[in-house]
Nanobody
């Protein structure tokens, strides 16, 4: 399984970015949950959002109401629409594919990260 993330970059506070992650070499993509993690400089990696194979979504409190996760199974792609970005959103964002059991998400595969920088 290969996960290729893109869409990171530099944005001003209050701006928006849309991250994408395409899965390659995976069968039955629509069977799995997919999600995003991030790691800010000097901090531990944290879960951001995930979406189940039935489109149930979960968000961390820090991004709820600002970020929206979605998936397009025909394209084996997961998206993360990020609005109202803040400096505290600065991080490397990683896409993942895994298993969602209740409200707990267990990533099995990780993509390379894409850097999001929020600065004026």
């Amino acid at each position: 399984v290969q996960l290729q993330a893109s869409g990171g970059g530099l944005v001003q506070p209050g701006g928006s970015l849309r991250l994408s992650c395409v899965a390659d070499r995976i069968q039955d993509y629509d069977y799995y949950a997919v999600g995003w993690f991030r790691q800010a400089p000097g901090k531990e990696r944290e879960a951001v959002s995930c979406i189940s194979n039935s489109d149930a979504t979960h968000y961390s409190d820090s991004v709820k109401s600002r970020f929206t996760i979605s998936r397009d199974d025909a394209k084996s792609t997961v998206y993360l629409q990020m609005n109202s970005l803040k400096p505290e959103d600065i991080a490397v964002y990683y896409c993942t594919q895994g298993d969602l059991r209740g409200v707990y998400y267990y990533p099995d595969y990780w993509g390379q990260g894409t850097l999001v920088t929020v600065s004026s």
